[in-house]
């Protein structure tokens, strides 16, 4: 029979080593970008490459430089704007 902490001791060295196992196993393994929210095009959000008073893409949360947006797809003009601007926080 196997005395009761060496059986605890195997235990604990098999849940560790499942545990680098699992780690490991979502580290190394690629982005899902299946549940990637897909971009929305620029007719839809009535892009256009001129600002529109204050709202500029560069002044946007969703703007990504030097020419992307988080949402919008296809490159963007910093000076752009579009109906779904969200102005940046003021610190």
Avoid: E
Avoid at 6 to 15: D, E, G, K
Avoid at 30 to 56: F, L, M
Avoid at 61 to 74: N, T
């Amino acid at each position: 029979m196997i005395a009761k902490s060496a059986l605890l001791r195997r235990r604990t060295v098999l849940q560790i080593a499942l545990g680098w196992v699992g780690t490991t196993t979502i580290l190394v393994a690629p982005p899902n970008t299946a549940n990637a929210a897909p971009k929305i095009s620029k007719a839809a959000v009535a892009y256009q490459d001129h600002p529109d008073g204050d709202k500029r893409c560069d002044k946007c949360v969703q703007f990504q430089a030097p020419d992307a947006c988080k949402l919008v797809d296809g490159p963007v003009s910093p000076q752009g704007s579009c109906r779904i601007f969200t102005p940046q926080r003021q610190t």
